[in-house]
């Protein structure tokens, strides 16, 4: 009889995590992987955009250690017509500038207050180098949602990242 009513906890357990398809993520090893970008929603003066168009790229790899290196960037940056970077447009560089961002650092997990924060090394926008960013996140099957709220151009975004298999 024991036996049977620890298998319907257990089974209900289980069927309400199956229901609900939420995560609580309570360390680096939730979220440890690969994580492909699906959108990057921003707001400014109550108006919302796609900061990095409607089809934005981006990877976020997460290591079980903390380390972790984020790239996004807009679907269609323009090609520098000299092939070279170093000899980009003054219009190539400010369109490549303002359609991307990439950093890298350490990683932690605060599963009480549900933020993570981001240890940033170096950025893309010199003016990140060396700070902490604490971000508001929820995990939910294998969807990464977050906020940045100063991000790098002066408005709060909501990011969704996809776990990559």
Same mark, same amino acid.
């Given at each position: 009889m024991r036996n049977l009513i620890k298998n319907?906890?257990?089974?209900?357990?289980?069927?309400?995590?199956?229901?609900?398809?939420?995560?609580s993520?309570?360390?680096?090893?939730?979220?440890?992987?690969?994580?492909?970008?699906?959108?990057?929603?921003?707001?400014h003066q109550g108006k919302t955009s796609d900061m990095y168009?409607?089809?934005?790229?981006?990877?976020?790899?997460?290591?079980?250690?903390?380390?972790?290196?984020?790239?996004?960037?807009?679907?269609h940056l323009p090609k520098v017509? *000299?092939?070279?970077?170093?000899?980009?447009?003054?219009?190539?560089?400010?369109?490549?500038? *303002?359609?991307?961002?990439?950093h890298f650092g350490t990683l932690t997990v605060d599963s009480a207050s549900k933020t993570l924060d981001f240890r940033i090394e170096t950025s893309t926008f010199p003016n990140w180098d060396g700070i902490d960013q604490k971000r508001a996140f929820t995990l939910h099957d294998d969807e990464l949602r977050y906020t940045v709220a100063a991000g790098s151009a002066g408005?709060?975004?909501a990011l969704v990242w996809k776990r990559i298999p």
């Open positions: 319907v906890i257990v089974g209900a357990g289980l069927l309400l995590i199956a229901c609900t398809g939420s995560v993520a309570q360390s680096l090893q939730d979220l440890a992987g690969a994580w492909k970008l699906v959108s990057v929603v921003s707001e168009g409607p089809h934005p790229r981006g990877i976020l790899t997460i290591e079980a250690n903390g380390r972790y290196v984020l790239v996004v960037a807009r679907a017509a *000299s092939h070279n970077r170093t000899t980009a447009t003054d219009e190539e560089n400010k369109a490549i500038v *303002s359609g991307s961002i990439a408005t709060s975004s």
